[in-house]
């Protein structure tokens, strides 16, 4: 049995997630991570499942109480700690919009979905919750983007499983992972988002609050994820008006959601965001003009939730109609 305060009391590092919090625990503590939350929590599953989407109240109770750390501090390591203010539904199972599929098939993860920065890792030794958001996709402290798998092998990440901070399928040290080239633009877009998950508006977008900044982003987003020619156009015309490299790539899928793409592709569509977005919403209206958006096609398959894309597609398609 364990005491009601642990040798180590491993309290939550500032923006660090449930699992990292937890798996730092056990590893600080010199406890097996497995053994750990055996005892602490017997029989209970944990990890065949997205422990910071699930946010289990039980698991956070223990967990506090274990290294006396505060119910506010433990709330904040959390998905559910953002409702309201990235998204407006906390969804416990399904796809949460704007946070990554781990991919979770019983304690192993097939998706792409926990992002790290070998340099935080190196200099601050946790996983951060924001890493989990799907428009994060770059160290805005350490200027390079992140990486979604291990960088010798390929393997998703598994904060669980292996050695800390290691790859579980390699034993490759995920700290040593190589610098990867960043898009500008993307970066910051994504500072000022940042900024909005604090509620602090810095863009010259017509939204009021965090939350409609956040659905405009998720928007423009499926505005330009697709497969269809037109929306192939679209990003084509953004590149010759706007900036940005005609050789950007995306998955093969038709209807992809960016919460279950790879980092690469969510930092491209980022990229794109970030130039249409840009002059709101004239680069908008004359890359869509140029790629001759029609009414029924920019709505198709999907419907904007933000009242400013929605305001100013409608009035763009109506003068083109």
Not at 25 to 53: M, S
Not at 145 to 170: E, F, N, S, V, Y
Request: proline share 5%; net charge positive; glycine share 4%.
């Amino acid at each position: 049995m364990l005491p009601k305060l642990l040798p180590v009391r491993t309290r939550p590092k500032p923006g660090e997630s449930l699992s990292s919090w937890l798996a730092r625990t056990a590893y600080e503590n010199g406890i097996y991570l497995q053994t750990f939350c055996h005892l602490v929590w017997y029989r209970k599953p944990i990890w065949n499942r997205d422990t910071d989407r699930t946010g289990d109240f039980e698991i956070l109770r223990h967990l506090a109480s274990l290294t006396a750390t505060s119910p506010t501090q433990a709330l904040q390591t959390i998905i559910r700690h953002y409702e309201g203010i990235v998204f407006r539904h906390y969804l416990v199972s399904g796809t949460q919009r704007h946070v990554t599929s781990l991919g979770v098939y019983h304690r192993t993860r097939r998706g792409y979905g926990q992002t790290y920065c070998p340099l935080c890792l190196l200099e601050e030794g946790y996983f951060k919750l924001k890493w989990r958001f799907s428009f994060i996709t770059a160290c805005s402290r350490h200027d390079q983007r992140l990486w979604d798998r291990c960088w010798q092998c390929g393997t998703p990440i598994c904060i669980h499983r292996g050695k800390w901070m290691h790859c579980d399928a390699c034993q490759a040290d995920l700290r040593h992972a190589p610098h990867l080239k960043r898009d500008s633009r993307a970066v910051e877009l994504q500072k000022r988002l940042e900024g909005a998950l604090e509620n602090k508006l810095f863009w010259d977008v017509p939204v009021r609050t965090s939350l409609d900044f956040f659905d405009l982003i998720h928007d423009c987003t499926r505005a330009l994820g697709t497969r269809y020619e037109r929306n192939k156009a679209f990003r084509t015309a953004i590149c010759e008006l706007a900036g940005g490299s005609p050789d950007w790539i995306f998955p093969t899928e038709y209807y992809p959601q960016m919460e279950t793409m790879e980092c690469l592709y969510r930092h491209q569509l980022m990229a794109f965001a970030a130039r249409i977005l840009a002059n709101w919403p004239w680069t908008f209206i004359a890359c869509a003009t140029r790629a001759d958006f029609s009414t029924g096609y920019i709505f198709r398959d999907w419907k904007p939730t933000s009242s400013e894309f929605r305001r100013v597609a409608e009035t763009f398609l109506a003068y083109k109609t």
